[in-house]
């Protein structure tokens, strides 16, 4: 069975560019979450989709989004760039929602993104 | 919302058993308990979680206080294969959709093997 695959696997832009990264989780999972990891926050929870409805939001601005596709892969942008935005982004799959609790995810490589 | 507290950096032995503590003080009765490990270059592996009772698979064993405040993840005999960040983290209810605690990961423990 395919692991979670991200793409892009780097990724360069400028300030004030937008960027579209795209997740394709393990076939037969409906959950998918992204999470953005920087040396000196860890691994930030970003939000979670389920059948293409998201169930959860972590505590980032609006100009970090997502959405599902009926196929569970999944596609975040993050608009109007900043330096900070730079940072491991990595997506995970599960059978499951994340409420509930008893269910492994399951982490791509991740998708590393420099703005400068 | 419950969080968890490790700590930043551990170290051990080669082919030495391993204890990682984390603790949860905040944990409500539905909360699992779950395991995960960064090898460098890589995104996190699901390594264990449990709920009640302690738990073994082929990778580590998880022991649960019985007040569940706390567990230990067990490295049997540690490898070098085995560096890596370790984070513990609960899953469980959600209260809210928004900047819940439970959904992130933290900064995790580092541990290194000596050789």
């Known amino acids: 069975k395919a692991g979670v695959t991200q793409t892009p696997r780097y990724l360069i832009k400028t300030r004030g560019q937008q960027v579209t990264l795209s997740c394709s989780p393990i076939?037969?999972?409906?959950?998918v979450s992204w999470y953005q990891q920087t040396p000196g926050q860890g691994l930030q929870f970003l939000f979670e989709?389920?059948?293409?409805?998201?169930?959860n939001k972590g505590n980032f601005p609006g100009r970090f989004s997502g959405r599902q596709f009926s196929n569970s892969r999944s596609e975040m942008n993050v608009s109007t760039l900043e330096l900070g935005d730079s940072a491991l982004y990595l997506c995970?799959?599960?059978?499951?929602?994340?409420?509930?609790?008893?269910?492994?995810?399951?982490f791509g490589p991740g998708t590393r993104l420099t703005v400068l | 919302d419950a969080k968890t507290t490790q700590p930043n950096s551990m170290e051990s032995n080669e082919e030495e058993p391993v204890h990682l503590p984390c603790n949860h003080s905040?944990?409500?009765?539905?909360?699992?308990i779950h395991w995960y490990r960064q090898l460098p270059s890589q995104g996190p592996e699901y390594v264990i979680h449990?709920?009640?009772s302690n738990v073994n698979n082929r990778m580590a064993s998880l022991a649960i206080a019985e007040d569940r405040k706390s567990s230990t993840l067990i490295l049997h005999r540690a490898t070098l294969r085995d560096a890596a960040v370790y984070y513990c983290?609960?899953?469980?209810?959600?209260?809210?959709?928004?900047?819940?605690?439970?959904?992130?990961f933290g900064t995790g423990t580092r541990l290194t093997i000596i050789p």
């Open positions: 449990g709920l009640t």
């Open positions: 995970a799959s599960s059978s499951m929602p994340l409420a509930g609790g008893g269910h492994e995810q399951f």
């Open positions: 989709y389920f059948s293409e409805t998201q169930r």
């Open positions: 905040t944990i409500s009765g539905t909360d699992y």
């Open positions: 076939s037969g999972h409906r959950s």
């Open positions: 983290i609960l899953r469980g209810a959600l209260i809210s959709n928004f900047g819940n605690e439970k959904l992130t």
